[in-house]
């Protein structure tokens, strides 16, 4: 079955997330907004894991670009031979999973303008402009695709040794089982726009993006005002994070560059920072990469009930440690307290769907305060802390229980100090499941109570 890409084409499947503009001066808002050069500190995505784009294609001529290309090196360049023994010919830069070749031109400008967003290293620089990208092409020079051309993508990206997959792209379609098992079995990570249809995807579903898949992180596009834009899809159950998604220059065929918007202007920038991360942590997992990019958004009340997160891509955040290992026991208080201050501004605010005072309901995330701090109930997460400061004294409490699909953990911690006491929190515990149901049922019964 063919996949349409035209909007105003019956049937509509899958398509390409954006919208074209108009060449620009050398305007990089978003690389501000999302901390880049506090990011770049730590990580350009040199080192990192190879990315790949699946796209309309790519210009592998274009001086923005060129450094930072995957190389084949089994093949040959031009010689008409399958050097490598892999199937495609002249597969130098990467696939052409439709036609089933190494021909990877962009039959539009899509392919390339994500690509730069990620990658480019030149009059305009992308935010990993240290990364190694592979150019992909699942849609042929008419805008089609299919099931099949896509699954031939994520086999050839991953003999490859891709552990990032960028697909700015999608429909509201109906769940494809094969795909979605195809995905499912790729040992990286997979970063999928939300779609521009300006819907509520937890209600019209959007796939990829809507495949609730521990390795899977689907981005919604915000303006520079950081709110959900007019045509992105969003949904506080289904859509992860916003990401920078409009009016973004980026790299286009023949030398040139473009402004675009649109969800697929917004994934490119969360694959950017997953290499920024995975080129400091490379033996991190595909949830592992996914759980730091979520923690380290920020959080602003225009994102509240619309994205899972409640919040913005921060790639400096994304990158910043999270495990307080070397930190001292005052940041990890002053952590708290920021948690704390946030619940206090959020409750009783437009998001909250609780009226009683103390008690915050944001759809995915149920918030308890306290006097000396709060307890947090996602889906798979609980976690109570507490924190007094007694003049230069501190005593923290936390308890953590976390549910996933290898078992259920806990996360203890109990310290007192001065400010300057490090320390370096306990790992995590194997816990029994009644245990997680206990857990569960305190905060239940904590959150009833009048």
């Known amino acids: 079955m063919k996949i349409r890409t035209q909007p105003s084409a019956p049937n509509t499947r899958f398509r390409l997330q954006d919208s074209p503009g108009e060449a620009s001066p050398l305007d990089q808002w978003a690389l501000d907004r999302v901390d880049a050069t506090a990011a770049w500190q730590r990580s350009t995505g040199a080192g990192g894991p190879l990315v790949a784009v699946l796209d309309t294609g790519l210009d592998c001529t274009h001086p923005d670009l060129r450094k930072n290309l995957w190389t084949n090196p089994g093949e040959i360049p031009g010689n008409g031979r399958d050097d490598d023994g892999n199937g495609v010919i002249d597969d130098v830069h990467g696939f052409n999973a439709v036609a089933q070749s190494g021909d990877i031109h962009d039959g539009g400008e899509h392919g390339t303008h994500v690509t730069g967003i990620i990658a480019a290293d030149g009059a305009v620089r992308g935010l ?203 940041q990890f208080y002053e952590d708290i307290q920021d948690e704390r201050h946030w619940a206090v501004q959020m409750d009783n605010g437009p998001d909250d769907g609780d009226p009683r005072p103390g008690r915050l309901d944001l759809g995915d995330q149920r918030v308890l305060l306290s006097e000396q701090g709060l307890a947090i109930s996602e889906s798979n997460m609980l976690v109570w802390l507490e924190a007094e400061q007694q003049g230069e004294r501190l005593i923290i409490d936390q308890r953590g229980f976390d549910r996933d699909r290898e078992g259920f953990y806990s996360y203890p911690l109990h310290l007192e100090g001065g400010p300057d006491l490090p320390f370096d929190p306990p790992d995590a515990e194997r816990i029994p499941a009644s245990q997680w149901e206990t857990a569960r049922a305190e905060f239940e019964a904590a959150w009833s109570n009048p």
């Open 128 to 330: 990993a402009h240290g990364a190694t990208v592979m150019g992909i092409k699942i849609f042929d020079d008419n805008g089609y695709t299919d099931v099949g051309a896509v699954c031939r993508a994520i086999d050839y990206a991953q003999q490859q040794g891709a552990r990032i997959l960028n697909c700015s792209w999608g429909g509201a379609v109906e769940f494809n089982q094969e795909l979605y098992e195809k995905m499912r079995d790729f040992p990286g990570l997979i970063v999928c726009s939300a779609g521009n249809g300006g819907s509520n995807s937890d209600e019209v579903p959007h796939y990829p993006s809507g495949f609730d898949l521990p390795n899977l992180i689907s981005v919604a596009a915000s303006s520079r005002q950081d709110k959900i834009g007019f045509t992105s899809c969003y949904g506080p159950q289904s859509v992860d994070l916003s990401a920078p998604g409009e009016q973004i220059l980026s790299t286009v065929p023949g030398g040139r560059h473009k402004v675009k918007s649109g969800t697929s202007q917004a994934a490119p920038q969360v694959t950017a920072t997953a290499v920024l991360l995975a080129a400091l942590q490379p033996e991190a997992t595909p949830a592992q990469l996914k759980a730091q990019i979520l923690a380290g958004v920020d959080r602003l009340p225009q994102l509240q009930g619309k994205v899972a997160s409640g919040g913005r891509l921060n790639a400096a955040g994304a990158l910043a440690d999270r495990h307080h290992g070397p930190h001292l026991l005052h």
